[in-house]
């Protein structure tokens, strides 16, 4: 079970990290003037912004039920991964619904 709790909270880490830069690169005007969608934009905003502490709330609370002796670790760890597929559903919807096409939120010509 540790190796299990060490090996989601090193992923934890990583993707917080790499979603805390992205949500710091998308305040830049150069990164903004990228997107297409402002909706798509709101919605990459939010979940990078949320992700980490949705992380950090995740394993300091599958930590302590370890701790405890609950049972309950494992979902409490997948909560965070559960909020990325939604916010990668709800950003496909998002997508989708503006023009039709997904992946084209962003131009990558400017």
Known sequence: MVVILWA?????VA????SLSLAIRLL???ERA????????????FLCWIYPIA????VKSAWSAYATGHHHA???LLAPILWL???GLLFAIVDFAEDGVLGNARDPSV
């Open 74 to 76: 494992i979902p409490m």
């Open 28 to 30: 830049t005007p150069q």
């Open 34 to 45: 990228h997107w297409r969608s402002q909706s798509a934009l709101l919605v990459a905003e």
């Open 15 to 18: 993707v917080g990290v790499a």
């Open 8 to 12: 989601f909270t090193l992923f934890h």
């Open 85 to 87: 597929v939604l916010m």
């Open 55 to 58: 992380a950090f709330v995740g």
